[in-house]
């Protein structure tokens, strides 16, 4: 079965301050990968997605993952975070055969602080 | 415009009532799934479909119950609300067992069981 470690609970940045979110998984096959956010009350938002093909994966706001297969990991990475940054990230997993299941890691909290 | 939707968005109720919350979706998705949202615990899946009149368990199925008689629907069931099922519910949809494929979330029904 998939898991997914997301090593930091809680984040706190200044803005313009550099983020990376860590995140590692443990399937034994293919996988997709994702990282969703969700702003406080809000539902979840698809950030970006790997399947395949380039493992730095770009996604919306500036955010940018990449995949490193030997490492199991998918670090969500920002060069430069804004208060409007402020939310929980979710690294998720997808194994790529059948009809396996999406599984959360259990979210990091980004606190963006002027 | 392609959504997941659920209601009711908020709920309050008491131990013991049952309750129904709905899940529609409009993009002709066969697979459909329940999680909820704890703190400190991320998502995690309830039950499942892969299709119609075809479900199965997730991770924390206790107290719950589902049913897929449409494809666009998937309503969570709670027969005996209990306190400890005060919890964030989020629905999900997705193409199944493709690669390349990425779930959409309604928007959350806060429920809280007194």
């Known amino acids: 079965a998939q898991s997914v470690s997301q090593h930091n609970h809680h984040v706190i940045l200044s803005e313009a301050a550099s983020l990376e979110l860590g995140c590692n998984y443990s399937?034994?096959?293919?996988?997709?990968l994702f990282w969703y956010v969700q702003y406080p009350g809000q539902h979840l938002q698809l950030l970006l997605k790997y399947f395949s093909g380039d493992p730095l994966v770009k996604g919306i706001k500036g955010f940018e993952a990449e995949f490193i297969k030997s490492k199991f990991s998918f670090n969500l990475r920002k060069p430069s975070v804004q208060w409007s940054d402020t939310a929980e990230y979710f690294c998720a997993v997808m194994g790529n055969s059948g009809n396996t299941p999406l599984v959360f890691g259990k979210g990091t909290r980004l606190s963006v602080i002027a | 415009e392609a959504q997941v939707t659920q209601n009711p968005r908020y709920l309050i109720t008491v131990t013991g009532k049952k309750l129904t919350v709905t899940c529609s979706q409009n993009?002709?998705?066969?697979?459909m799934s329940w999680y909820r949202q704890d703190p400190g615990l991320g998502l995690r899946q309830i039950y499942y479909s892969m299709n119609v009149e075809v479900t199965d368990k997730g991770d924390v199925p206790e107290g719950y119950k589902v049913s897929r008689k449409e494809k666009r629907n998937f309503p969570l069931i709670l027969e005996s609300p209990s306190p400890n099922q005060t919890s964030l519910y989020f629905c999900?949809?997705?193409?199944?067992?493709?690669?390349?494929?990425?779930?959409?979330f309604g928007q959350g029904t806060r429920l809280t069981v007194v």
């Open positions: 999900a949809s997705r193409r199944p067992g493709q690669m390349n494929t990425e779930a959409f």
């Open positions: 993009m002709n998705h066969e697979y």
């Open positions: 399937y034994g096959g293919t996988v997709n």
